[in-house]
C-alpha cells in the first residue's frame, strides 16, 4: 500500500502574502485543528501568480537512506485545504496569541 500525502506546502495569493506572513504561527495552527494528521508549510514566493491560496502536496521524500512517493491526494481535500486558507481571518481573537 503506498504512503499517503501528510505535508502541503501553502502559497498565499500576492494580495495576502503579508498578512499571512504576519500570522503565520496561527495560520498553520488554524490549518493543524481544521485538518488533523497533515502538517503544513507556508512559503511566500510563487512559482505561479495566481489570485487564490495554492495547495502544493509534498508527494515523496528522496535521502541518503532511499526514498518513497505518496499517492496523490484526493482532490476534495486539497480543494478543502484552499477554501480553509480563504475563510482564515488573522484578526480573528480565536486566533490571537494569549
Same mark, same amino acid.
Given at each position: 500500500? !503506498?504512503? &499517503?500525502?501528510?505535508?502541503?506546502? #501553502? #502559497?498565499?495569493? =500576492?494580495?495576502?502574502?503579508?498578512?499571512?506572513?504576519?500570522?503565520?504561527? *496561527?495560520?498553520?495552527?488554524?490549518?493543524?485543528e481544521?485538518?488533523?494528521?497533515?502538517?503544513?508549510?507556508?512559503?511566500?514566493?510563487? !512559482?505561479? =501568480?495566481?489570485? =487564490?491560496?495554492?495547495?502544493?502536496?509534498?508527494?515523496?521524500?528522496?535521502?541518503d &537512506?532511499?526514498?518513497?512517493?505518496?499517492?496523490?491526494?484526493?482532490?476534495?481535500?486539497?480543494?478543502?485545504?484552499?477554501?480553509?486558507?480563504?475563510?482564515?481571518?488573522p !484578526?480573528?481573537? *480565536?486566533?490571537?496569541?494569549?
Amino acid at each position: 500500500m !503506498a504512503r &499517503q500525502v501528510s505535508e502541503f506546502v #501553502v #502559497v498565499p495569493p =500576492e494580495h495576502k502574502i503579508a498578512s499571512t506572513l504576519n500570522s503565520s504561527v *496561527r495560520f498553520k495552527a488554524y490549518l493543524a485543528e481544521a485538518f488533523p494528521g497533515y502538517t503544513f508549510t507556508l512559503q511566500p514566493i510563487a !512559482a505561479f =501568480e495566481e489570485d =487564490e491560496f495554492q495547495v502544493i502536496p509534498v508527494m515523496g521524500k528522496i535521502g541518503d &537512506q532511499g526514498g518513497y512517493m505518496c499517492e496523490y491526494p484526493d482532490p476534495h481535500l486539497i480543494r478543502a485545504i484552499r477554501e480553509a486558507c480563504d475563510a482564515f481571518d488573522p !484578526a480573528a481573537s *480565536r486566533w490571537l496569541a494569549a
